[in-house]
């Protein structure tokens, strides 16, 4: 069985500076509980892998509000205004990645692939620093993987082995972040016997989470 850890005390693991793989999908299956005990620790320096920084006062954008994140790794920002503040005024950085070419990015530092081919930026600001590789006559662009120190993840369903499912939205980035990190932190909404999540439901096996946060009360 998997002990579960305290909210506080997984807040402590991560030092500034530490690069945080965020599941989510415009905050949906974003791990609420965690970034509020971050927030309240406020260790920042951040560099935040995302699909997005949310909304002010949701998620992610919580991080952004408490200036929190150096940096920001994410497919679009158009839902926060403080983010696109502060990437006009210097105060963030943020690195603007195409959605799928995010997710296999991240998907490659999982499985330990050496990178992406992608034809998705060819031509646009997206390929200004990288290699570009020709196979049969095509041009494809190399994209590196990602990894992270910490992946938070939000799952709707966790059991005390800390098998996860997920439902909706949430699948989109959590899974494959969970693969990608030197340290898995996850938050579940129940946490439920061994033998209630059907084996063809679980998307992350126990094996990979290292920290199960206590469930709320």
Known sequence: MKTATKLEAAAELIPEGSVLLIGGFMAVGTPERMIDALVARGVGGFTVVANDTAMPGHGIGKLVTAGLVSKAIVSHIGLNPE?????????????????????????????????????????????????????????????????GDFALIAAKQADYKGNLEYALTAHNFNPVMALAADTVIAEPHVIVPVGAIPPDAVKTPGILVDHLLEREH
């Open 83 to 147: 983010t696109q503040a502060k990437m006009i005024a210097g105060e963030m950085e943020v690195e603007l990645v195409p959605q799928g070419t995010l997710v296999e990015r991240i998907r490659a530092g999982g499985v330990g692939l050496g990178g992406v081919l992608t034809a998705t930026g060819l031509g646009t600001p997206v390929e200004d620093g990288k290699q570009i590789i020709e196979i049969d006559g095509k041009k494809f662009l190399l994209e590196k993987p990602i990894r």
